[in-house]
């Protein structure tokens, strides 16, 4: 499945940002994981010199691939889980000292010299640590639900598991910030039922709701974060200017 630039956009802010396994910051180069593999199957083809190889054919688990089962990873973590599943995957990683023991004698060194110390640690993957719970948050008809995502609870049809569009102001207060400054510093204009605006406007918003919210994490949030330079829309010959904004850090 190809994401769309927003959906992907989504996916790689669905843990602020991180890894969903390791928990390290994406970089420009990050993977659109499945949580659930797809299983490709493998089909063999000629190599234009005669040789063969082996490659990807379709999937045989497509009711996998949809953005509810897509997890932001990075590279490594991407290419090591392959086509694992969660389980089978944590139980290969716990494993690994256990092949350094085996095969590594730089590694058997290292320790015995007192340089590595194992720790026997259970994996955890990053997502598994964030997950919180609802915190009780409402606004209007919107509601915080598990995982720290906003939901539409006014047409009493529950909500959508995968759906993870609106982050919590109020428990996931410095990963809302910093997907508006995001969606801010990327969008000089925009216009959603009948309502429009400029970059400026979604900061200001996004920053007002946040000290709503949770007032001393917005203030924590904001101090980190620093200037926010927001895209104001106009019809002039560049489309728009720059803004730079947050009360917190930029003085008026
Ligand atoms: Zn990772
Ligand atoms: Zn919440």
């Excluded at 802010?13 to 593999?37: F, Q, T, V």
């Excluded at 190889?53 to 897509?70: F, T, Y």
């Excluded at 599943?85 to 015995?112: D, F, M």
Aim: charged share 25%; net charge negative; aromatic share 8%.
């Amino acid at each position: 499945m190809r994401l769309k630039k927003l959906e992907r956009e989504q996916v790689r802010m669905k843990y602020g940002g991180r890894c969903a396994y390791c928990g390290i910051e994406l970089g420009s180069r990050w993977h659109a994981d499945h949580l659930e593999p797809v299983t490709r199957e493998l089909i063999s083809k000629r190599n234009a010199n005669g040789t063969w190889r082996l490659d990807s054919g379709k999937p045989l688990k497509p009711e996998n691939d949809h953005i509810g089962n897509m997890m932001p990873a990075c590279a490594p973590c991407n290419i090591s889980k392959g086509g694992q599943s969660l389980e089978g995957w944590r139980t290969w990683i716990a494993r690994h000292v256990n092949s350094l023991n085996l095969y590594q004698p730089t590694y058997r060194l290292a320790k015995a010299y007192g340089l590595i110390v194992e720790t026997a640690v259970p994996v955890v993957f990053h997502f598994e640590k964030v997950q919180t719970s609802a915190c009780g948050y409402t606004h209007g008809d919107w509601e915080c639900r598990e995982g720290g995502y906003l939901w539409y609870a006014g047409d009493g049809e529950g909500y959508d598991p995968s759906d993870c569009t609106h982050i919590c102001p109020h428990c996931r207060t410095t990963d809302y910030l910093e997907a508006a400054k995001e969606e801010a510093e990327g969008c000089s204009s925009w216009s959603n039922n009948g309502t429009s605006g400029t970059g400026v406007d979604l900061w200001v918003l996004a920053e007002r709701q946040a000290l709503g919210a949770n007032e001393s994490a917005a203030r924590a949030a904001l101090a980190e974060i620093g200037p926010v330079h927001t895209l104001d829309g106009d019809d002039s010959p560049g489309g728009y200017s720059v803004v730079v904004c947050n009360s917190q850090r930029v003085k008026p």
